[in-house]
């Protein structure tokens, strides 16, 4: 009669271990759904950064821009002022002063830290969102170690479970022949 009462305990176990499955399958899941949402975040972040670079570089450019159209002219002014003048009486650009008060060493100048700038401005951008990654990168560490401890838990769990149906089984087997009756 006592294997009735393992046959019992054997079919909990077989429940107990098929919830373990199915947790074993959520935690799957979980863990593909976490990388998706972690890639999307990234995805994001990029395209902030590009977004933010492409505003700097435009900015930059209309800058950049705006400085060589004024050289152009300032050269246009000085070639105009310089025509039918003799070597020595001609005006060099960087004596040439425009209607700004500007030669041409302080447009280039200008431009020389305008580079300067972009390309701070570049570097710091590219540092912070550098940054916004690695903490989107950390935190999917952090939950992929989280749940991947929680997997093994749950496969240990399983595996003594499985140790534990095999003992039930070798005990209902032997329960079985000593319960046996014997005719001789």
Known sequence: MSWV?????????????????????QISRQTRAEARRYHYEQLLVRNDQNEKLDELKSIYNNSKDEINDRI????ATV????????TKDKISYNEFYDTEGKS???????????QENYQEDVMNTKTYWEEE???????????ETMLEEQKVEIETLMEAISQEIQAVDQAISTEVQNSTIKLS
Do not use: F
């Not at 429940?15 to 199915?22: E, K, L, N, P, Q």
């Not at 152009?72 to 050269?75: C, E, N, S, T, V």
């Not at 070639?79 to 003799?86: F, L, P, Q, R, V």
């Open 5 to 25: 009462i393992l046959a019992l305990r054997k079919q909990e176990l077989k429940r107990a271990h098929s919830d373990y499955v199915a947790q074993e399958l």
């Open 79 to 86: 070639d105009s002022e310089n025509e039918g003048k003799d």
């Open 72 to 75: 152009k002219a300032l050269k």
């Open 104 to 114: 041409l060493a302080e447009y280039n100048t200008m431009l020389n830290e305008a």
């Open 133 to 143: 990654l690695a903490m989107i990168e950390e935190e999917a560490n952090d939950t």
